[in-house]
């Protein structure tokens, strides 16, 4: 059973910047294209990036040229660098595989952004 637990979240000012990082508990995190959700308060959870294994990656329109998604896979890690963070990119942000198994759903790291 693999289990995923993000961090790395917290209040930040607008045009602030945050890293969130997904630790997964086993490496065969490493075949799987991950991607990084939110879910805002009275929203759909909506996938906001992925990373492929091989490192190719792909955003949402909304997170391009401010968001950086990531992998070391060798520490079974997938990153998020959020910059100009947005107070509309409060949410809770999780990770999971691209096509999401809900078995694998952790408990999120909330993002805060405000004055």
């Known amino acids: 059973q693999v289990q995923l637990v993000e961090s790395g979240g917290g209040l930040v000012q607008p045009g602030g910047s945050l890293r969130l990082s997904c630790a997964a508990s086993?490496?065969?995190?490493?075949?799987?294209?991950m991607g990084w959700y939110r879910q805002a308060p009275g929203k759909q959870r909506e996938l906001v990036a992925y990373?492929?294994?091989?490192?190719?990656?792909n955003y949402i329109d909304s997170a391009k040229g401010r968001f950086t998604i990531s992998r070391d896979n060798a520490k079974n890690t997938v990153y998020l660098q959020m910059n100009s963070l947005k107070p509309e990119d409060t949410a809770v942000y999780y990770c999971n595989r691209y096509l999401p198994n809900e078995n694998y759903w952790g408990q999120g790291t909330q993002v805060t952004v405000s004055s």
């Open positions: 990373i492929t294994s091989a490192g190719s990656t």
């Open positions: 086993t490496s065969i995190f490493r075949i799987y294209t």
